[in-house]
């Protein structure tokens, strides 16, 4: 039968305390070999200091006659940041955060010192100086009946091949609302400052200006302009509504009966480059739902998935991505008051860039509805990050 070989003993990367350090010049001072001390002598995890560890603390003692055992300040890896740049960071936050979207990427756009450093390192920076990155409003919940259909929905997609979920698309409308005054454009200006923002953990300067989100009726101000999306394979496609004299049109079953007819077919092949059908996911308003509209999406190639549970934008994928060119949006708006004429050649021109420059995100967006069903399923029908 082979021996079994002895298990060497891990390397131990424990400290000599001030304790230990006398100790060792004291016994030195005894007359006691180096060998023996470093058997005498025990670091604060309780291992025997190394010979070289022993060697050191003499050496040290002996050219500086005045050390006591304690270690100075410039021991240990020293700091990425030095005070007076951690000042500048400081700095930049309170002074920018109420005019742009601060962020540790836009830190490193400004302050190119921080350029060398990763995102972590800046992080820890803020947080070292009671900064967090904490949300200006929360989201609303699901309602409980509504659990058991997202549920079962997630427990679907699980089963379904991915060859399958790549030939889903998304649905839905949203608004855009125009300030008609230079206060509601403040207020909206303010928006696309973002909804965190870096301030005090404590809460201290909760209430100052520049911490202060917008009016919690921003979105609901102006004058309205609707439009409907259609957002597949990483492209969103897009239809304004009309106006009715100063009103805009709403969604109905005949306008959407027509869109369906006259814009889907055209927006499902240029979203996937071919003729083969796809399968919607729409929410669940009245009008969408209607006999001769369920109809006219499969003449188009657009057979709706029944089983998509209600009170669920977040397994909606357009949705998120609503979010990403409102943001986009507010990014890019004028200082002065646009006309809904502006705003929709604006809105054409960021549509188009975003088609082309941020088509990986909103494929992946598109395709990733296992990770939104496993999500709905640990949080146990609960609403998710998407």
């Given at each position: 039968?082979?021996?079994?070989?002895?298990?060497?003993?891990?390397?131990?990367?424990?400290?000599?305390?001030?304790?230990?350090?006398?100790?060792?010049?004291?016994?030195?001072?005894?007359?006691?070999?180096?060998?023996?001390?470093?058997?005498?002598?025990?670091?604060?995890?309780?291992?025997?200091?190394?010979?070289?560890?022993?060697?050191?603390?003499?050496?040290?003692?002996?050219?500086?006659p005045q050390w006591r055992g304690a270690v100075g300040q410039s021991s240990g890896r020293p700091q990425s940041l030095s005070e007076a740049q951690k000042k500048l960071v400081l700095g930049l936050v309170f002074e920018e955060r109420g005019r742009a979207k601060v962020t540790v990427k836009y830190c490193k756009q400004m302050l190119r010192f921080l350029r060398k450093l990763s995102r972590k390192t800046v992080e820890r920076a803020l947080e070292e100086a009671g900064l967090a990155?904490?949300?200006?409003?929360?989201?609303?919940?699901?309602?409980?009946?509504?659990?058991?259909?997202?549920?079962?929905?997630?427990?679907?997609?699980?089963?379904?091949?991915?060859?399958?979920?790549?030939?889903?698309?998304?649905?839905?409308?949203?608004?855009f609302y125009l300030a008609r005054g230079l206060s509601e454009h403040e207020d909206k200006q303010r928006a696309a400052l973002g909804t965190h923002v870096w301030r005090m953990s404590n809460g201290k300067d909760g209430l100052w200006e520049e911490n202060v989100g917008p009016s919690l009726y921003a979105k609901a101000q102006g004058t309205p302009v609707k439009i409907w999306g259609f957002f597949a394979n990483g492209r969103l496609e897009y239809y304004v509504l009309p106006k009715d004299g100063a009103r805009t049109t709403n969604m109905?079953?005949?306008?959407?009966?027509?869109?369906?007819?006259?814009?889907?077919?055209?927006?499902?092949?240029?979203?996937f480059e071919d003729d083969g059908p796809v399968h919607l996911v729409q929410d669940h308003e009245k009008c969408l739902w209607q006999e001769r509209n369920l109809l006219a999406l499969r003449r188009a190639g657009c057979p709706v998935v029944a089983c998509y549970p209600k009170q669920s934008?977040?397994?909606?994928?357009?949705?998120?991505?609503?979010?990403?060119?409102?943001?986009?949006?507010?990014?890019?708006?004028?200082?002065?008051?646009?006309?809904?004429?502006?705003?929709?050649?604006?809105?054409?021109?960021?549509?188009?860039?975003?088609?082309?420059?941020?088509?990986?995100?909103?494929?992946?967006?598109?395709?990733?509805?296992?990770?939104?069903?496993?999500?709905?399923?640990?949080?146990?029908?609960a609403r998710t990050k998407w």
């Open positions: 039968m082979p021996l079994k070989r002895k298990r060497q003993a891990e390397p131990s990367f424990a400290r000599l305390d001030v304790w230990a350090r006398g100790e060792i010049w004291g016994l030195h001072s005894a007359g006691i070999k180096r060998e023996e001390i470093c058997t005498r002598v025990v670091k604060v995890d309780g291992t025997p200091p190394s010979l070289n560890a022993v060697d050191m603390v003499i050496a040290h003692k002996a050219d500086n990155w904490l949300r200006r409003r929360t989201k609303r919940l699901v309602p409980r009946d509504a659990k058991p259909g997202r549920i079962a929905y997630s427990n679907w997609v699980l089963k379904r091949h991915q060859g399958t979920l790549d030939r889903f698309a998304y649905t839905d409308g949203t608004t109905n079953g005949d306008r959407y009966e027509w869109l369906v007819a006259n814009k889907f077919p055209m927006w499902r092949r240029a979203c934008p977040d397994l909606n994928a357009i949705e998120g991505w609503w979010k990403v060119l409102r943001d986009r949006l507010d990014l890019t708006a004028p200082e002065e008051i646009e006309s809904r004429e502006e705003f929709v050649t604006r809105l054409r021109r960021t549509v188009a860039w975003l088609n082309i420059n941020d088509w990986e995100h909103a494929v992946a967006l598109a395709r990733n509805q296992k990770v939104r069903a496993r999500a709905v399923l640990h949080q146990e029908g």
